[in-house]
């Protein structure tokens, strides 16, 4: 299994970055996804997840109303649009398998991605 983050990089804040995660070696049709983020000197924390179909998400009070996850089975990727960004938002986003949709627990996420930077700043 392989998952691919893209799109971060360095924004000022109030801005935009839609990130990307793009799988294979799975049905990816068959796998809830989760977006997680690592800060510098932090634990890595819950961001977002959506279920299989993409009818369910579910955010963390952090991001909600901000971020936005999304999928696209027929394209193997699922997506994290983010807008109003905050210098705080700043950290490594990676992309992950859940075990099912709905946990916000590292441990119940397999097949993580190498992450992408995301920096904003103030």
């Known amino acids: 299994v392989q998952l691919v983050e893209s799109g971060g990089g360095l924004v000022q804040a109030g801005g935009s970055l839609r990130l990307s995660c793009a799988a294979s070696?799975?049905?990816?049709?068959?796998?809830?996804m989760g977006w997680f983020r690592q800060a510098p000197g932090k634990d890595r924390e819950f961001v977002a997840a959506i279920s299989r179909s993409g009818g369910s998400t579910l955010y963390a009070d952090s991001v909600k109303g901000r971020f936005t996850i999304s999928r696209d089975n027929a394209k193997n990727t699922v997506y994290l649009q983010m807008n109003s960004l905050r210098p705080e938002d700043t950290a490594v986003y990676y992309c992950?398998?859940?075990?099912?949709?709905?946990?916000?627990?590292?441990?119940?996420?397999?097949?993580w991605g190498q992450g992408t930077q995301v920096t904003v700043s103030s």
């Open positions: 070696g799975r049905t990816f049709s068959d796998d809830a």
């Open positions: 992950a398998v859940g075990h099912y949709f709905g946990s916000r627990e590292r441990y119940e996420y397999d097949y």
